[in-house]
């Protein structure tokens, strides 16, 4: 759940908790998060803390991996993620992990 925690840790694509794979469920779940105004105090606290994150060696790994992506903005890539599905989240999450794995950036 790279694109959570990454995401998070980008957004927030946090995985939060590195899962290995992002699902339906869990997809809905990170809208929740990224989306849901009633979530907008949590969603604010952990953007705070992802924008003190140098996430300059991992912008290659983003990058390619969707629209919102090319410019590593991370409020943009919450947008999209918000205007998009879940089967466009999981793909986004897809690329991430293997441009992740294949960088050897897992741990």
């Known amino acids: ?3 959570l925690a990454v995401g998070l840790l980008v957004l927030l694509t946090t995985g939060f908790s590195f899962a290995e794979e992002l699902n ?3 997809a ?3 809208r929740a998060l990224f989306c849901d105004e009633e979530l907008a ?3 604010d606290l952990i ?3 992802v924008k003190l994150v140098d996430w300059t060696e991992y912008e290659s790994l983003f990058t390619k991996c969707g629209s919102g992506m090319e410019t590593f903005d991370i409020e943009k890539m919450r947008q999209n993620a918000c205007q998009g599905t879940n089967e466009e989240m999981i793909q986004v999450d ?3 992990t293997s441009n992740i794995n294949e960088a050897g950036k897992k741990d």
Request: charged share 30%; net charge negative.
């Open 47 to 49: 953007m705070e803390c």
């Open 94 to 96: 897809e690329c991430i």
């Open 28 to 30: 809905q779940q990170m």
């Open 24 to 26: 339906e469920e869990t």
């Open 41 to 43: 105090g949590v969603r």
């Open 1 to 3: 759940m790279h694109l």
